[in-house]
Structures are given as C-alpha cells and as structure tokens.
C-alpha cells in the first residue's frame, strides 16, 4: 500500500505505484519520496483475528516521512445468537413469520464442527451405505474412527458453549507450544483413521 501526501497531509492511498503516476513503479524510494509518494507501514497492534473480532477502522498518519496506517480497536463479535427485532422493538419475522435470528459466535463456529466432522465422517459413508444395502459388516476400526469423531464433535461443541466470552473461545482455538515443545490446542485434534 502506498500513499500521496501534499503539504503533510495524505491526499491518497492505493496499493497501486501506478495509480498516483505511471512512471512510479520505476522510480526510487528517493523519486518517490521527491513526489510525495511513500509506502505504508501497518500497526497491527490493535488488529486481531477476524474470525473472532470485528476489527476497528483504518487510519492513516503522516510524522516523520512515515505514513502509517493503524486500527481502531477491535470489538469482540456477539457471543450469542441475536433475535432481530425492527425500529420500534419488534420481533422481525421473516415471510414465513419466523423471527429472524443473526447466529452469533458460538453458533458459527459450533457449525464449523460439525461440517468438519461431517467432513470426516463422508470418506467412510460408503461402508455404512454398503452396510444398509446388502448387511455387510462394517470394520471395526472404520466404527471405532467414527464414533471417535462424532464424539470428538460433541466434546468440542460442548466446549463452545462453556466459554464466556469471545477471548475464551478464541483461546479454544489457539496453538501454544508447550514446555515439552508440543504444540497443541485446548480443543485437541480430531481423531485419525
């Protein structure tokens, strides 16, 4: 990304050299400098994961010969699920007459299970299809491995729903590695066939 700044103040950003002159994706950092033109540096100290956060806007400040680009402070999605109500309070209702619901964190990310799961569980489906079709016998490392996931599914679930907030869920996703240099996560790893 890169910035104009007229008379101090930055009058453009683009991540395009181009966009401020043609001839500015040869230039120098000096010629660029010369034309008012300066790449940007980011702090991201207040940027945080956009899976779990909904990130604060982005500024810019020119000090120094240095254009810096910076974030507000990010706020934590909603950790519940939200029944939307109108302008004066109401239920909103979908054409049905439903009452329209925004999934909140733990919803969202409780589907990202199971779809995971799900995931997991398809490349066996066809022993069990084959099992109801003509009764023959699934392995039972096949049975173990997806009890094992379907169990694994449900333990993490039930992890989502117990945290409290939007850190707590984050940190159920987070690797660290420990004092014995494993890296791992609260949640575990899913089981493996």
């Known amino acids: 990304m890169y910035a104009k700044v007229e008379n101090n103040v930055i009058v453009k950003a683009n991540s395009s050299l181009a966009s401020f002159n043609r001839a500015a ?5 000096e010629q660029l400098a010369a034309n008012g033109i300066y790449e940007v540096v980011y702090d991201n100290t207040n ?6 956060y909904i990130n604060g806007a982005e500024s810019f400040t020119f000090a120094n010969d240095t254009v810096t680009a910076s974030y507000t402070a990010a706020v934590g999605k909603a ?5 939307e109500v109108d302008e004066e309070g109401n239920a909103l209702l979908d054409d049905d007459g439903v009452q329209v619901v925004t999934p909140g964190l733990k919803t969202n ?3 990202q299970i199971k779809a995971q799961a799900a995931g997991l569980l398809q490349s066996t489906d066809w022993y069990v299809v084959r099992n109801a079709e003509s009764s023959t016998a699934i392995p039972a490392n096949v049975s173990t ?3 094992a996931v379907r169990t694994k599914s449900n333990e993490i679930e039930a992890s ?10 984050e940190a159920l996703f987070t ?14 790893e899913w089981p493996k066939l």
């Open 25 to 29: 994706p040869s230039w120098s950092a």
């Open 175 to 188: 690797y660290t590695t420990g004092a014995d240099d494993v890296v791992s996560r609260p949640l575990g």
């Open 47 to 52: 940027l945080k994961d956009s899976r779990f």
């Open 145 to 147: 491995f997806r009890t």
């Open 160 to 169: 989502i729903d117990g945290a409290a907030s939007v850190e707590a869920v």
């Open 109 to 111: 990310e409780k589907n």
């Open 79 to 83: 950790l519940d699920d939200v029944n």
